[in-house]
């Protein structure tokens, strides 16, 4: 203790001044350092939670971009079938269509053709009749001088066969 007079030092002051100390370090401890360590713990925790969430969010969203694309991919290749199934069905339609109007005109020609025979027919035999006509007004001229009747009868029918 001499050695502290000798300097000066009073140890009454000293140990007042430690026990100030304390006092001040124990509320600094109570009152500010551990609220400001339980607050920027707090700040981390949320920092790190904050990390964690946006880790989380940009997975989802990676798997969310994966999906947009496969879903994509089905639209368009959907798309495709679609395109396709339409193209097929417009050349059904067409070749239906064609069929449809060949067989319309097959059957104009057969009626054509089955008119034009019955035309030629009723002609033919118009032709006939009035050649038949003309013959026997031929023969009746030519003949009315010296056959008798029933030979000009046997004539004429025998005409009529030949032209029939």
Known sequence: MEILELFGVNWKLMLAQLINFAIVVVILWFFALKPLTRTMQKRSDEIQQGLSDAQTAAEKLTKVETDVKAKLMEAKA????????????ADESRQSGVVKTKAEVEEIIKKAK?????????????VKSEIAGMVVIALEKILSGGLS???????????????K
């Open 78 to 89: 959907e798309a495709a079938k679609i395109l396709e199934a339409a193209r097929l069905q």
């Open 114 to 126: 089955t008119q034009i025979a019955g035309e030629k027919d009723n002609m033919v035999s118009e």
């Open 149 to 163: 009747k029933d030979l000009d009868k046997k004539y004429i029918d025998k005409v009529l066969k030949e032209i």
